[in-house]
C-alpha cells in the first residue's frame, strides 16, 4: 500500500501538479475571483446585500443576495475554495521548482560537464575547430570574460556565467509562494473595522465587520485612540478639500504613546494595527437658550433626493418641550439653517453667533465634527512586500543570459562549441571575438570560421 502511494505520488500526482498548464489554469481561475472580490462589496450586513443584490430582478439572471452569501463572495477572500485554490496553485509552483527549475539548475552548475569527442562539438549551436591555441591560453580569456572555468585532465574545459540567470525562475516562483503564504496568513489573522468618533471622545476598537477566524490576537485590547480634534479644509468654492484628524494612542493608564495628525493617504500605525481617514459627520451641536448651561445636542443625518448630505435636530424653545426650532447643517463650515415646527426657513445662523427664534436668544456655541476612520491589521503585508520585492528581482535576474562553452584538445586540433539561452547575436560576437584572441596569441592565421547550426 505505502509502495503504491509512494508510485503514484511520484509517477502520477507530481507531475500533474508541475503541468504548466495546470498552473495558468489555476492562476487564471484565482485572478477571475479576485476581481469578484474586488468588484462585490465585501464584509457588508445582510441588508446591504439585500438592497444592492435583489432576488428579482437578479444581477445577471442569477446573482442574488442568497447566492452571493451562500457562496461566499461577501468575503472571497476567507473562503475555504479560495484558500483551497491558493493551496493549489502553491502546490503546482513548488512541484514544478523542485522537479524542473532546481533540477535544471543543478543541471547547468555541475562541474563534470565535460565534452570528451570530437563529435559532440558538431552537435551544438556554435562550434568550431582550430589548429592553434592551448586549453590553458582559452582559460585565461574566458576567465577574462567573467566565465566560471573547470578542467579535466588538461584536454577538457568546460566553462559558463551568467548562472544568476538560471536562478532568476526559481526566485519568482519562491517569491510567488511567499506572497500566496502572506495572503493566506492575512487572510486567517487579519481584521478590518470602521469607527465614527466625535472629536474630543476616545473609542476602542468595537465595530469590527470583516475579520479572519484567528484575528483575536491582533484587536487592540490594551490601548485605546482619543480623537483630539477633527478638522475641515474648504475650497474657495465650499468644497471639501481635505479632512484631518488629531489622534493619541493611549495606553490602559490614559498615558500618550504616540500622537499623529492623519488625512487621507496619511495613515497612523501602532502595533500593525493602522488607522486611515476615510469619512466625517457631524455628530452634534453646542447651544445656549439665553442664559441656560450650553446644551449638546445630537445631529442626525437626513437623507435628500439628489443624494447630498445634510444633518439635523430640533432644539427645545420652552422648557415643556412644547415649541422648538430644527437646525439643520450642511457642512462643518459653521453655518446652520434655522427652521420653525412648521417647517418655515426662519433664519441662518453661523458658529459663535445668535438668532431670536419663538422669544428667546438662541446661540450656536460649536458644531461637533466625527471622524470616519478605517481600522485593518494585516499581518501578512510584510511577507507579501518581501515576495513582490523578490519577484522583481526574480524577474530582473531572469533576464541575465546563462553562456556555456566546452572546448577540447584532440591531438593539435582545439574544439570550441558554445551556446546561450538568452542574447544569442552577443553570445556569438564574444565567443568570436575571443578566438580571434585567441589565434593572435599564437601569431598566425585567424581562426576557423565559427559554424552555426
Same mark, same amino acid.
Given at each position: 500500500?505505502?509502495?503504491?502511494?509512494?508510485?503514484?505520488?511520484?509517477?502520477?500526482?507530481?507531475?500533474?501538479?508541475?503541468?504548466?498548464?495546470?498552473?495558468?489554469?489555476?492562476?487564471?481561475?484565482?485572478?477571475?475571483?479576485?476581481?469578484?472580490?474586488?468588484?462585490?462589496?465585501?464584509?457588508?450586513?445582510?441588508?446591504?446585500?439585500?438592497?444592492?443584490?435583489?432576488?428579482? !430582478?437578479?444581477?445577471?439572471?442569477?446573482?442574488?443576495?442568497?447566492?452571493?452569501?451562500?457562496?461566499?463572495?461577501?468575503?472571497?477572500?476567507?473562503?475555504?475554495?479560495?484558500?483551497?485554490?491558493?493551496?493549489?496553485?502553491?502546490?503546482?509552483?513548488?512541484?514544478?521548482?523542485?522537479?524542473?527549475?532546481?533540477?535544471?539548475?543543478?543541471?547547468?552548475?555541475?562541474?563534470?560537464?565535460?565534452?570528451?569527442?570530437?563529435?559532440?562539438?558538431?552537435?551544438?549551436?556554435?562550434?568550431?575547430?582550430?589548429?592553434?591555441?592551448?586549453?590553458?591560453?582559452?582559460?585565461?580569456?574566458?576567465?577574462?570574460?567573467?566565465?566560471?572555468?573547470?578542467?579535466?585532465?588538461?584536454?577538457?574545459?568546460?566553462?559558463?556565467?551568467?548562472?544568476?540567470?538560471?536562478?532568476?525562475?526559481?526566485?519568482?516562483?519562491?517569491?510567488?509562494?511567499?506572497?500566496?503564504?502572506?495572503?493566506?496568513?492575512?487572510?486567517?489573522?487579519?481584521?478590518?473595522?470602521?469607527?465614527?468618533?466625535?472629536?474630543?471622545?476616545?473609542?476602542?476598537?468595537?465595530?469590527?465587520?470583516?475579520?479572519?477566524?484567528?484575528?483575536?490576537?491582533? #484587536?487592540?485590547?490594551?490601548?485605546?485612540?482619543?480623537?483630539?480634534?477633527?478638522?475641515?479644509?474648504?475650497?474657495?468654492?465650499?468644497?471639501?478639500?481635505?479632512?484631518?484628524?488629531?489622534?493619541?494612542?493611549?495606553?490602559?493608564?490614559?498615558?500618550?504613546?504616540?500622537?499623529?495628525?492623519?488625512?487621507?493617504?496619511? !495613515?497612523?500605525?501602532?502595533?500593525?494595527?493602522?488607522?486611515?481617514?476615510?469619512?466625517?459627520?457631524?455628530?452634534?451641536?453646542?447651544?445656549?437658550?439665553?442664559?441656560?448651561?450650553?446644551?449638546?445636542?445630537?445631529?442626525?443625518?437626513?437623507?435628500?433626493?439628489?443624494?447630498?448630505?445634510?444633518?439635523?435636530?430640533?432644539?427645545?424653545?420652552?422648557?415643556?418641550?412644547?415649541?422648538?426650532?430644527?437646525?439643520?447643517?450642511?457642512?462643518?463650515?459653521?453655518?446652520?439653517?434655522?427652521?420653525?415646527?412648521?417647517?418655515?426657513?426662519?433664519?441662518?445662523?453661523?458658529?459663535?453667533?445668535?438668532?431670536?427664534?419663538?422669544?428667546?436668544?438662541?446661540?450656536?456655541?460649536?458644531?461637533?465634527?466625527?471622524?470616519?476612520?478605517?481600522?485593518?491589521?494585516? !499581518?501578512?503585508?510584510?511577507?507579501?512586500?518581501?515576495?513582490?520585492?523578490?519577484?522583481?528581482?526574480?524577474?530582473?535576474?531572469?533576464?541575465?543570459?546563462?553562456?556555456?562553452?566546452?572546448?577540447?584538445?584532440?591531438?593539435?586540433?582545439?574544439?570550441?562549441?558554445?551556446?546561450?539561452?538568452?542574447?544569442?547575436?552577443?553570445?556569438?560576437?564574444?565567443?568570436?571575438? #575571443?578566438?580571434?584572441?585567441?589565434?593572435?596569441?599564437?601569431?598566425?592565421?585567424?581562426?576557423?570560421?565559427?559554424?552555426?547550426?
Amino acid at each position: 500500500m505505502v509502495t503504491a502511494l509512494k508510485r503514484y505520488f511520484k509517477k502520477d500526482l507530481i507531475p500533474l501538479l508541475a503541468d504548466l498548464r495546470l498552473a495558468i489554469v489555476l492562476l487564471l481561475v484565482i485572478a477571475v475571483f479576485s476581481i469578484l472580490g474586488t468588484v462585490i462589496e465585501q464584509g457588508q450586513g445582510l441588508t446591504f446585500y439585500q438592497q444592492n443584490y435583489p432576488e428579482d !430582478p437578479a444581477l445577471f439572471g442569477f446573482l442574488s443576495w442568497k447566492v452571493l452569501l451562500t457562496a461566499g463572495l461577501d468575503h472571497v477572500y476567507r473562503t475555504w475554495w479560495y484558500l483551497s485554490l491558493l493551496i493549489l496553485f502553491g502546490s503546482s509552483l513548488t512541484a514544478c521548482t523542485f522537479t524542473r527549475q532546481i533540477t535544471a539548475l543543478r543541471w547547468f552548475s555541475r562541474t563534470w560537464n565535460f565534452y570528451s569527442k570530437p563529435r559532440q562539438f558538431g552537435k551544438m549551436a556554435l562550434s568550431t575547430e582550430l589548429d592553434v591555441g592551448s586549453i590553458d591560453q582559452l582559460t585565461t580569456l574566458l576567465e577574462g570574460k567573467r566565465y566560471k572555468t573547470f578542467h579535466k585532465d588538461g584536454t577538457m574545459l568546460y566553462a559558463h556565467k551568467g548562472l544568476a540567470g538560471r536562478m532568476g525562475p526559481i526566485l519568482v516562483h519562491a517569491s510567488m509562494l511567499i506572497i500566496l503564504l502572506g495572503a493566506m496568513y492575512g487572510a486567517m489573522t487579519g481584521f478590518f473595522a470602521q469607527e465614527m468618533v466625535p472629536s474630543g471622545n476616545t473609542f476602542t476598537v468595537q465595530n469590527v465587520f470583516d475579520a479572519g477566524p484567528w484575528a483575536g490576537p491582533q #484587536i487592540p485590547k490594551d490601548w485605546s485612540v482619543k480623537v483630539n480634534r477633527f478638522w475641515i479644509d474648504y475650497s474657495p468654492e465650499g468644497r471639501v478639500d481635505q479632512f484631518y484628524s488629531d489622534l493619541s494612542v493611549l495606553d490602559n493608564q490614559g498615558e500618550e504613546v504616540k500622537r499623529k495628525t492623519i488625512w487621507v493617504n496619511q !495613515p497612523l500605525r501602532y502595533r500593525n494595527v493602522t488607522m486611515y481617514q476615510a469619512d466625517w459627520s457631524i455628530a452634534g451641536v453646542r447651544v445656549k437658550m439665553n442664559n441656560s448651561p450650553i446644551l449638546q445636542l445630537p445631529m442626525a443625518p437626513i437623507e435628500t433626493e439628489d443624494g447630498g448630505k445634510l444633518w439635523g435636530t430640533w432644539v427645545p424653545t420652552k422648557t415643556d418641550m412644547s415649541e422648538g426650532v430644527s437646525l439643520i447643517a450642511q457642512d462643518l463650515q459653521g453655518t446652520l439653517l434655522v427652521y420653525s415646527a412648521k417647517g418655515e426657513l426662519i433664519s441662518t445662523v453661523r458658529e459663535g453667533m445668535s438668532v431670536e427664534v419663538n422669544g428667546v436668544t438662541l446661540s450656536v456655541v460649536e458644531l461637533i465634527g466625527s471622524t470616519g476612520l478605517q481600522i485593518k491589521a494585516d !499581518p501578512g503585508v510584510p511577507m507579501v512586500y518581501l515576495g513582490f520585492g523578490l519577484l522583481m528581482l526574480g524577474v530582473i535576474m531572469s533576464y541575465i543570459s546563462h553562456s556555456q562553452v566546452w572546448a577540447l584538445k584532440d591531438g593539435d586540433q582545439l574544439y570550441v562549441g558554445g551556446r546561450t539561452n538568452r542574447a544569442q547575436v552577443l553570445f556569438e560576437r564574444e565567443l568570436v571575438a #575571443i578566438l580571434d584572441d585567441l589565434s593572435g596569441l599564437e601569431q598566425t592565421e585567424p581562426a576557423k570560421d565559427l559554424v552555426v547550426s
